[in-house]
């Protein structure tokens, strides 16, 4: 890591220190360390991942802001979750870590010096090792794993239509040393519970099977134990450790999308687990026939077992969701008009859903104003801005071609099948409906087509509405996936 970016993010955390006071500074940004700067995105990492997701919420704007001040050609930024560096940064300066893992400290005048385990390789690669150490007490799922969030349990994860396949499968997997189906793939949009369910299955497992070999941890800490395994020569370790295991569970796959050696990697520790009975759980923001930059050999591996899609959440689970977290704040009076309100009204996923929740407690707490809808809507008024009109062209297409079963690209193909053209326009009906686009903007989106196209598909759709039952039902549905 050069000096310059050391010197750069000392600059952005002077700016963040100036525009909040000392104890918000001291909380969630000095604690904060540099990874890299990469095609115009600065890798950020928190030493837990409840920093991150708080981080990711409430500051990304405001150090996105502060960066662009700084360099205009970083445009944006990216959290991850690194432990065994935080202690680096009680300090007075601040942390960088380099391409390998060790990290520097950026002493007076922005001058970097490394700290004492410089030439230790064992020290570095702890640095990169997410684990659950002295100053953390979440559960660890191994020494090279990541520790566990005792919060994401079964009995705290609340079940409804559009994630109830993703949870069956991950009891089985969970209460069940005999594997059922490998791998298990779990894929969602943002916050709609792969990794809640992901935290649980290894809880539980382990909870039943104490003497097991469990890792969880995320595709993009899988690929910098990886890089630091050959920087350091000492692949064969890599590669023993990860096969050796009973339950290896990968979070956010895509992640290492375009990423060959680590594909490669990944591949072959994949085919191994898998071919001595050992359980292999992944996660995604797409299936794996949808995933870019990710190889086909690995794609149709992925697709061997059991395949699992958590859909957006309708009104009914979302009111559950809410309903269970307020029943643990007791002290703290939320109307059922109030959880309804935010029910109707939230409906970008349940990370945000929770996130509203949880201002409105807070905002009661420290204030001591009773929670009215009136109080809730001056609170969230830019959450609730946010969340109009906000489902994606991109959105609907997948979640049309999931629910149909067809393949993204036929949907987007010039292919007039039946099977194929009824989809797509009810595809191109929803983006009309439920986006802000216009018609030759949706045409665009659908493979180039003309705006006429969408207009008589919009138009067919209406018509077959009210004379096809079947047709009505699937739309329905489809609008209660997307929160409408």
């Known amino acids: ?61 405001r150090i996105r802001s502060a960066w662009k001040s700084e360099n205009p050609s970083v ?13 680096a940064n009680q300090n007075s300066g601040s942390e960088v870590l380099t391409e390998g893992g060790g990290a520097s400290l950026a002493g007076p005048g922005g001058k970097a010096h490394h700290p004492a385990t410089k030439n230790q390789p064992q020290a570095q690669k702890r640095a990169i090792e997410v684990r659950s150490g002295p100053e953390n007490t979440s559960k660890s799922t191994s020494e090279f794993g990541a520790p566990l969030d005792p919060r994401f349990t079964f009995d705290s994860f ?96 895509q992640f290492i999308a375009n990423k060959q050696s680590t594909q490669e990697e990944f591949f072959h520790t994949f085919n191994a687990l898998i071919d001595h ?35 957006p959440t309708d009104y009914e689970l979302r009111l559950g969701i809410l309903q269970q977290k307020a029943n643990k704040v007791p002290e703290v009076d939320i109307s059922l008009a109030v959880l309804e309100f935010l029910a109707r009204r939230v409906t970008s996923n349940v990370r945000e859903l ?12 420290l204030i001591g104003r009773p929670i009215t809808l009136e109080m809730t809507q001056e609170v969230l008024k830019d959450l609730l801005r946010a969340n109009v009109r906000r489902v994606s062209i991109d959105e609907i297409q997948r979640r049309v071609a999931d629910y149909f079963n067809i393949r993204l690209s036929d949907l987007l193909s ?38 006429t196209t969408v207009m008589h598909a919009v138009k067919r759709i209406d018509e077959l509405r009210l004379s096809d039952s079947g047709l009505e039902e699937d739309i329905q549905h489809l609008e209660r996936i997307f929160g409408t």
């Not at 445009?75 to 202690?87: Q, Y």
């Not at 359980?279 to 395949?307: C, F, K």
């Open 414 to 451: 010039s292919r007039r099948a039946r099977q194929v053209a009824r989809p797509r326009q009810v595809a191109m009906y929803l983006a009309k409906k439920l986006t802000a686009k216009s018609l030759p903007v949706i045409g665009r989106e659908f493979g180039g087509r003309d705006h």
């Open 75 to 87: 445009s944006d930024i990216s959290f991850i979750v690194l432990s065994g560096f935080s202690t």
């Open 1 to 61: 890591m050069g000096t310059g970016m050391e010197a750069e993010w000392s600059r952005v955390l002077d700016r963040l220190r100036s525009e909040f006071d000392g104890s918000v500074f001291n909380s969630w940004f000095k604690p904060l360390a540099l990874v890299n700067i990469e095609d115009g995105c600065a890798v950020i990492a928190a030493p837990t991942r409840f920093m991150r997701t708080w981080l990711e919420s409430n500051y990304a704007d």
């Open 158 to 253: 609340v079940v409804g239509k559009s994630n109830e396949l993703a949870y069956a499968a991950a009891r089985r997997v969970a209460e069940n040393k005999e594997v059922h189906f490998n791998p298990l793939f779990l894929h969602s949009g943002v916050g709609l519970g792969k990794t809640h369910l992901m935290h649980a299955i290894a809880c539980a497992h382990l909870e039943k099977f104490p003497e097991r070999r469990v890792v969880y941890l995320s595709a993009e800490q899988f690929m910098y134990q990886f890089i630091t395994s050959i920087r350091y020569k000492d692949t064969m370790s890599f590669k023993q450790k990860f096969r050796s295991v009973d339950l290896l569970m990968i979070d956010d796959l």
């Open 277 to 311: 009975s050992r359980q292999v759980i992944i996660s995604a923001d797409r299936s794996p026939t949808d995933m870019e930059g990710i190889e086909e050999r690995i794609r149709s591996r992925l697709g061997w077992g059991l395949v699992a899609d958590i859909y």
């Open 354 to 365: 929770e996130g509203a929740l949880n201002r409105m407690i807070a905002h009661a707490t």
